[in-house]
T-cell receptor
Framework: KAGVTQTPRYLIKTRGQQVTLSCSPI?????VSWYQQTPGQGLQFLFE???????NKGNFPGRFSGRQFSNSRSEMNVSTLELGDSALYLC???????????FGSGTRLTVV | GENVEQHPSTLSVQEGDSAVIKCTYS??????FPWYKQELGKGPQLIID?????GEKKDQRIAVTLNKTAKHFSLHITETQPEDSAVYFC??????????FGRGTQLTVWP
């Protein structure tokens, strides 16, 4: 059974640009969550989507947004990139909303 | 919101010894407690989880215990092997649907 697939694996962007990251969940999983991982802040919750609706949002500025499609695939977008947005962005999917989260390998975003 | 604290931040053990990582949480509504292992360049991998209606769970060399009254839970790894070396994260969640993570424990197993 295929795991959670995140693309691209690595990304280098310039300050001020925008970026879109993609996540394909495990087949049958309808819940998709996004997390940001940095050495300083650890793993922080961005948002959760379930059945194409955002159910939960973390404490990130409005420059961070996301969406989920009818096939459960999800994208997150960061606009007007800042140096501090450099991080590993992780996507997790689960069959039920509150347990059994499986993470992808992440997208390593570097903002220069 | 929930606050999860994890100790120790680094742990070194000899191959074959046991390793214990401890976490505390603040929100009594938390009811699901997973543990993740993260190797370099990879995403966190779920290794074991426990729900609040269970006090202990084992899976081969790995066990997790939960004390709801004291709001703490622990990961126990027995007969450690060099391939157990990684960063381990505890987490807690409730029906809010988000995981709150500890800061991680770098486990090193020396051969």
């Amino acid at each position: 059974k295929a795991g959670v697939t995140q693309t691209p694996r690595y990304l280098i962007k310039t300050r001020g640009q925008q970026v879109t990251l993609s996540c394909s969940p495990i087949s049958g999983h309808r819940s998709v969550s996004w997390y940001q991982q940095t050495p300083g802040q650890g793993l922080q919750f961005l948002f959760e989507y379930f059945s194409e609706t955002q159910r939960n949002k973390g404490n990130f500025p409005g420059r961070f947004s996301g969406r989920q499609f009818s096939n459960s695939r999800s994208e997150m977008n960061v606009s007007t990139l800042e140096l501090g947005d450099s991080a590993l962005y992780l996507c997790a999917s689960s069959l039920e909303r509150f347990a059994g989260y499986t993470f992808g390998s992440g997208t390593r975003l570097t903002v220069v | 919101g929930e606050n999860v604290e994890q100790h120790p931040s680094t742990l070194s053990v000899q191959e074959g010894d046991s390793a214990v990582i401890k976490c505390t949480y603040s929100d009594s509504a938390s009811n699901y407690f997973p543990w993740y292992k993260q190797e370099l360049g990879k995403g966190p991998q779920l290794i074991i989880d426990i729900r609040s209606n269970v006090g202990e769970k084992k899976d081969q060399r790995i066990a997790v215990t939960l004390n709801k009254t004291a709001k703490h839970f622990s990961l126990h790894i027995t007969e450690t092997q060099p391939e157990d070396s990684a960063v381990y994260f505890c987490a807690a969640t409730s029906t809010l649907g988000r995981l709150y993570f500890g800061r991680g424990t770098q486990l090193t197993v020396w051969p």
